[in-house]
């Protein structure tokens, strides 16, 4: 039968540790890609929607004061 000293046991659990630990390692490695991803997939909309809403928020409103007006609305002067 099978003789198995106890040097030989140790090597096999040494080695047998390293794969679980390799394991837990690559399985993390990939949970971590799936949020990632997930995140960058939330991002995109997130981006798309602040995107939206400065466009909108920078845009400028009809009567605004902008830069080259020094101040000086294009009305300033009309009575209303």
Same mark, same amino acid.
Do not use: Y
């Given at each position: 039968?099978?003789?198995?000293?106890?040097?030989?046991?140790?090597?096999?659990?040494?080695?047998? %540790? /390293? %794969?679980? $630990? !390799?394991? #837990?390692?690559?399985?993390?490695?990939? %949970? %971590?890609? @799936?949020?990632? =991803? @997930?995140?960058? @997939?939330?991002?995109?909309?997130? #981006? $798309?929607?602040?995107?939206?809403?400065? !466009? /909108?928020?920078?845009?400028?409103?009809?009567?605004? +004061?902008?830069?080259?007006? +020094?101040? #000086?609305? =294009?009305? =300033?002067? @009309? $009575?209303?």
């Amino acid at each position: 039968m099978f003789r198995f000293t106890i040097r030989d046991v140790l090597w096999l659990t040494v080695v047998v %540790a /390293l %794969a679980v $630990v !390799a394991w #837990q390692v690559e399985s993390s490695r990939r %949970a %971590a890609e @799936r949020d990632n =991803a @997930r995140l960058l @997939r939330g991002s995109d909309k997130t #981006q $798309v929607l602040f995107g939206t809403t400065f !466009a /909108l928020v920078s845009s400028p409103c009809v009567g605004s +004061h902008t830069e080259k007006d +020094h101040g #000086q609305s =294009a009305d =300033a002067g @009309r $009575v209303f």
